[in-house]
């Protein structure tokens, strides 16, 4: 049989998820006679846990807070004594009910997927935390794993960023003692700080809906937060890389969890033995959405193009959109690159026949191997 062409395509966000986007082209491929293999990738948000359970692990379910309330039933995937929570199935964008809610969106429904998974007898703890829609520095995970946070009276702090600008005290000795015994691991794909111009208010809350206004009450609520861990816990890491990943959730998980940080798709390409996979690949496709300059820091297309390199696989990108030039392209070891904004000829008909794009764009790989890689 001849080498497969590997199709290690992340998420089309709105249109295809990764399972399907890889399953289009690899169809593709096979329908022109070629041998393909889809593995489809994630870069430690949405889409994590579908990837793992190509890789042994098995999906667990919970009722679990969402992130203004609401229940939802959110999943984890488990292998073994290990456990990889992602926080977009419990504190997600896609969670909410409605509209956004960034001052009171609340991290809550993660600890509960962590206390779940603490049930399960799981103490290697993996935190994903892309694609959160709440901006509280984690404080909603810490509450539901047992922390009690108070303003200078006393009195509970209710759920969201905003309301963190009145905290005074953090009692953290009253975490679930288990923690004490795990390990925690926070798996991110973004290495801001909390607070600043680069941290999680300023960077990432305009994309979860907040104004400028509630860019700055988050600001204050985050700092404040920030003030009263260091105080319960002797060390400030508000600073630390990944801190701001998931609006602060990366800040709790360091700072009050004894987290180890690692990017997020370095993590997955290695649960999923993409390494092995491409020892015997022909050629290898990448691929998201939109394929542009945020692709090159550390998502998992870009990664798996680096490992491809490193076994002198051929590389090629499929995506939605394709926003780099054909020198950064040829910098990351792509030899040809598909648009199916570009073969659609506009964005409704992309989205709309994407399926049958990438099918018909598989049907032109078998060739592209047979020239040796070039385009």
């Not at 985050?222 to 701001?244: H, I, N, P």
């Not at 820091?297 to 054909?326: I, N």
Request: with cysteine.
């Amino acid at each position: 049989m001849n080498a497969p062409i590997l199709v290690c395509l992340d998420k089309f966000r709105g249109c295809l998820t990764a399972e399907e986007a890889s399953a289009a082209v690899a169809l593709g491929v096979i329908a022109a006679g070629g041998h393909a293999v889809a593995m489809p990738v994630a870069d430690g948000g949405e889409g994590t846990l579908a990837a793992l359970t190509g890789a042994g692990y098995r999906l667990l379910h919970a009722d679990v807070r969402g992130p203004t309330g609401r229940p939802v039933r959110a999943g984890f995937a488990v292998r073994g004594t290990r456990a990889v929570i992602e926080m977009a199935q419990a504190s997600g964008l896609d969670a909410l009910p409605g509209r956004p809610a960034p001052l009171v969106a609340d991290s809550h429904g993660t600890g509960e997927l962590i206390r779940a998974a603490l049930d399960h007898g799981c103490l290697d703890l993996v935190l994903a935390v892309g694609g959160s829609a709440t901006t509280d520095g984690g404080a909603g995970l810490l509450r539901a794993l047992g922390a009690r946070i108070t303003d200078a009276h006393g009195v509970p702090v209710g759920p969201g960023g905003a309301a963190l600008t009145t905290a005074a005290h953090i009692d953290l000795s009253t975490l679930d003692f288990r923690l004490r015994l795990a390990r925690v691991t926070l798996v991110s794909d973004v290495d801001n700080p909390l607070l600043g111009p680069a941290g999680a208010a300023a960077v990432f809350a305009p994309q979860k809906g907040a104004s400028p206004r509630d860019v700055e009450v988050l600001e204050r609520g985050l700092r404040q937060f920030a003030a009263v861990v260091a105080a319960a816990t002797g060390r400030d890491l508000s600073s630390a890389a990944g801190a701001g990943a998931a609006g602060g959730t990366g800040f709790a998980a360091l700072a009050a969890l004894g987290a180890q940080r690692v990017p997020g798709a370095s993590f997955v390409l290695g649960e999923l033995g993409v390494e092995e996979a491409l020892r015997g690949a022909s050629l290898v496709v990448v691929g998201e959405g939109r394929f542009d300059e945020q692709s090159l820091r550390g998502k998992a297309p870009v990664g798996v193009a680096a490992a491809a390199r490193h076994h002198g696989v051929p590389v090629v990108v499929v995506a939605g959109e394709v926003r780099l030039s054909a020198d950064l392209l040829r910098e990351a070891g792509v030899v040809a690159a598909w648009s199916l904004l570009h073969r659609a000829g506009g964005l409704d008909a992309a989205i709309s026949r994407a399926p049958a794009l990438l099918a018909e764009i598989g049907r032109e790989l078998p060739a592209v191997v047979a020239r040796g890689g070039a385009a």
